[in-house]
């Protein structure tokens, strides 16, 4: 059955509602002493992300128990690590971007040392969050305990802190594909790859199902890297809220850049099918994941 794009998308926003008031409930008022590190966190974190990482978590706990509900914490607290990552990549030590998604960046508004700590306090509030999905009924604390050793891998120094680190390396310099690959695995991929696979361990997923929706997330993953690429090529920058050739301006090696732009599209759609063929052993309780990453190949922003 073709699928109905319009409809997805219609999905996707109802999903990321859910997770935004989710995400507002935890978040401490905007209004608490001392305000402004508060007024930066929610401005950090509002700022009209699309909220897939933590969908993912959502989908691994649904697939898994059949209650994305149980979840949510942990899936609202990867959100916050992300949100982290993004304000200090935005950092002019960093990635020095003024905008992001059309707004001014949080360093911009807050000035740097705010964003910083806007960025520190976003992790450690994140882990707060996780730990407390041990309250949630039907979850064993061994469970978050194993959730949180992943979680925690997957942001630091060997997945997407690592990435960043031969990301900020690479500027200005010519890498091979091999090396591209792992840097995005790291940066990008990790915590795609752990998202669903914490949603599934809260759910109590088996191995086999587990071994499944983790080769989903990489290729995934790559998939979605390589369309993030295309589109400040191709894209438009209304759509992306940022200007387009930034890569290439600042002089990033890419997958259009390495591969060309036909070979880097055959490559995601490559990505995409191989998404697919890892939800073979499941049934319609997967079609949401099958239709994200065609979607993948579609999006425009």
Do not use: W
């Not at 809260?202 to 589109?231: E, P, V």
């Not at 930034?246 to 995601?268: C, F, R, V, W």
């Amino acid at each position: 059955m073709p699928m109905d794009m319009n409809a997805f998308k219609l999905e996707l926003q109802e999903r990321k509602e859910r997770i935004d008031k989710s995400l507002l409930k935890y978040l401490v008022k905007e209004d608490t002493h001392p305000a402004v590190i508060h007024q930066a966190m929610h401005y950090a974190v509002f700022n009209g992300g699309k909220r897939l990482r933590p969908m993912l978590v959502l989908e691994g706990a649904a697939i898994a128990a059949g209650n994305p509900e149980i979840a949510m914490k942990t899936a609202c607290g990867l959100e916050l690590i992300h949100c982290y990552s993004l304000v200090h990549d935005d950092l002019p030590a960093m990635d020095d971007d003024d905008f992001r998604r059309g707004k001014p960046t949080c360093h911009r508004v807050f000035g740097e040392a705010n964003a910083i700590l806007t960025g520190d306090a976003l992790l450690t509030a994140a882990f707060e969050l996780i730990t407390g999905n041990a309250d949630e009924p039907g979850v064993q604390p061994q469970q978050v305990v194993m959730v949180i050793r992943e979680i925690a891998a997957a942001a630091g120094s060997q997945g997407m802190i690592g990435g960043q680190i031969m990301d900020l390396a690479a500027e200005n310099e010519s890498i091979d594909l091999a090396t591209l690959q792992t840097l995005h695995s790291l940066k990008t991929g990790a915590l795609f790859v752990t998202a669903l696979r914490a949603g599934a361990l809260l759910g109590n997923i088996d191995a086999g199902g587990l071994q499944a929706l983790t080769s989903y997330a990489q290729h995934f993953g790559l998939a979605f890297q390589i369309t993030d690429d295309l589109l400040d090529i191709k894209g438009d920058q209304i759509l992306l809220g940022k200007p387009v050739g930034s890569d290439a301006k600042n002089h990033k090696s890419t997958y259009p850049s390495l591969l060309g732009m036909e070979q880097a599209e055959i490559l995601a759609r490559r990505s995409v099918e191989q998404c697919l063929a890892s939800l073979e052993g499941f049934g319609s309780e997967a079609d949401f994941l099958r239709q994200l990453a065609n979607f993948t190949l579609e999006r425009q922003s």
